[in-house]
């Protein structure tokens, strides 16, 4: 079937209808966009199935999996758990202070400074992160495999490249 008798997606009906609404407007950037945050919603709901399972919220199974990438002895101030999982402060305290009563962290002083905490992975923590990380990387795959590697490989590509310029790398 060639593309002008293929069905319209989601998205590509959205643009149909700004194209006859106002004709004066460029609505080619929501081909892309518009895909991107539909995709993104759609992949999170998936992760978010994983997460669930193992009776976790996405922030949760970040700053698990933070603490985990830390190696030996899975621990870090909450700070730099804010930075290594890209939320405030703020918001990483409501997320340790749940994963504390969950036994899977625990915080404690940090050495030399009292005002200072440090948050640890707990073993059971450490177990329930191992866990869920392993079907995590399954499901991730899953999702990938509706590419084929070269259309997966040449996205990669071109995520990285537009996202570095977004963040203002070079």
Known sequence: MDDARKPLDH?????????????DVDVSPQGVIGRLHRLAGGLTEELCRV?????LSEG??????????????YERAPGELAEHTMVTTGAMTKRIDRLERAGLVTR??????QRGRIVALTEPGR??????????MRNERRLLDLLAPAEA????????TWLRRLEGGT
């Not at 199974?61 to 002895?73: H, N, Q, T």
């Open 11 to 23: 998205v590509a009906r959205i643009q149909a209808d700004w194209r006859q609404q106002r004709p």
């Open 51 to 55: 997460y669930a399972h193992y009776g």
């Open 60 to 73: 949760e199974f970040d700053v698990l999996c933070a603490l985990r990438r830390a190696g030996e002895p």
């Open 108 to 113: 404690r002083r940090a050495d030399g400074d």
């Open 127 to 136: 177990d329930l992160v191992d866990r869920a990380f392993t079907d995590h």
């Open 153 to 160: 490989e040449a996205l990669e590509s071109l995520l990285t």
